[in-house]
């Protein structure tokens, strides 16, 4: 499921993001589901957003200090995009 890149989102409240050694994890409250997530920049990245800017220009100032290579910032709109989708992220 492709994100709009276009829109500002943020991670509601009733998830939380953790920083583990393999990446980290994420939890819904509202119904109790439990993911895994084995790219610490997506996690980092996850943790700071918080919809004071369109979704592109966020992840591309994240991948520009992270040094990530357009590959790299592609994959993580993907999997942003997959996260839209089990309510991790939403758009304001």
Same mark, same amino acid.
């Given at each position: 499921?492709?994100?709009?890149?276009? !829109?500002?989102?943020?991670?509601?409240?009733?998830?939380?993001?953790?920083?583990?050694?393999? &990446?980290?994890?994420?939890?819904?409250?509202?119904?109790?589901?439990?993911?895994?997530?084995?790219? =610490?920049?997506?996690?980092?990245?996850?943790?700071?957003l918080d919809?004071?800017?369109?979704? &592109?220009?966020?992840?591309?100032?994240?991948?520009?200090?992270?040094?990530?290579?357009? &590959? !790299? =910032?592609?994959?993580?709109e993907?999997?942003?995009? !997959?996260?839209? &989708?089990?309510?991790?992220?939403?758009?304001?």
């Amino acid at each position: 499921m492709p994100v709009n890149i276009e !829109q500002s989102y943020e991670v509601p409240p009733k998830v939380s993001v953790r920083n583990e050694r393999f &990446g980290g994890l994420v939890y819904r409250y509202d119904n109790r589901a439990l993911l895994f997530l084995h790219s =610490r920049p997506l996690v980092d990245f996850l943790k700071g957003l918080d919809g004071s800017k369109p979704l &592109g220009t966020a992840l591309e100032e994240f991948a520009a200090g992270r040094g990530l290579d357009d &590959g !790299q =910032r592609r994959a993580m709109e993907n999997a942003l995009g !997959q996260l839209e &989708g089990k309510g991790i992220i939403r758009e304001l």
